[in-house]
């Protein structure tokens, strides 16, 4: 944000530390850096230690436990939902409890859906947003975009869906490439997807991420690189992030998204995102769950899922990420 210039010398950015971790001394070294490296272009930089502290307009949920790097230590999300479950708690009570009733909270912590619901019970849904569709969005149009043919440079369109997990729906439905030829474009489209069904993904990215798990721990990793690059575009989107994970590579991608939704929220504008958001019936009959789906999105928050056309089975495979995210939630 400091990069991007998004906030003015004479507005504030926060950086919340927790007493007893690390960042009780991190964020104050990140105060330092971010003033040295951004200068007169800086806005005012407050790390704070106490959640009752917290006074911000727009609120980025970035705290809580990992997955190790290492590939060879195993963990679940399950693991990982106990140990922060108490975190985002602890988090959305103080804010409910101290803030001043309009923040906008955007969520890029993980479990992502389980941090909406936490969140979404404190606070008034609208204003509570998971980034994780969005992250899978910009992944999914990037390797789609990585494999139109050569000498054809367009920005491609679309949207992932669902869970931010095993049932994310990419909507296939919804690819567009301005300025490519519709008949070359059709045919890249079949080429890419083939006959594959929405229904197996979840279990072709399984198999493809213990696949890529095994290969880094056995210190393979310029041919774990290889195997990744042959997989569909889909199945690709999901498994390059772990790729980047077990092989320490940084967050860029979630902090771009950050960026670009805070961008978006103080144009002033409505605009179409699809961050995970807690949804009642009244927003999609039969569905209720924490779900990605398009929504328009403004400085107060979300407002109403947005109508777009879906094919049977992207409109299936929502279902089916709902209920599966209900039994995950349940369960946490």
Known sequence: MAQHRLLHAEERLQLVGRRGGASETGVFGLRIDLLDANAVRAPQVEPILDAEAINADVIIMVAGATPPHDATEGTTRDAVARINRPVFEDYARAIARYGRGHEVVIIQSNPVELAV?????HLERHRVMGAGSYNDTLRFRREIASGIPDGIHTAVTGYVLGE?????VPIWSSLGAPGVP??????????????????????EVAAARDTLKSLIAGGEGQTAFAFVQLLPPDVRAVVK??????????????SHSAV????????????????????????????????GLPV?????????????????????????????????LTAW
């Open 260 to 291: 670009d939704i805070v961008r978006s929220m103080r144009d002033g504008h409505r605009v179409m995102l699809p961050p995970q958001v807690a949804v009642t019936e009244d927003d999609w009959p039969g569905v209720e769950s924490v779900l």
């Open 164 to 168: 931010h997990g095993p049932h994310l």
């Open 296 to 328: 328009d999105v403004d400085i107060r928050g979300w407002h109403r899922t947005m109508a777009i056309h879906l094919a049977i089975d992207e409109r299936t495979a929502l279902v089916a990420a709902a209920n599966a995210i209900n039994d995950r």
């Open 117 to 121: 619901d936490m969140f979404a019970r």
């Open 182 to 203: 519709a008949d070359v474009w059709q045919d890249y489209l079949y080429a890419a997807r083939g006959r594959r069904k929405l229904e197996d993904l979840p279990g």
């Open 241 to 254: 992030p772990w790729f980047a994970h077990w092989s320490g590579g940084t967050s860029t991608v979630t």
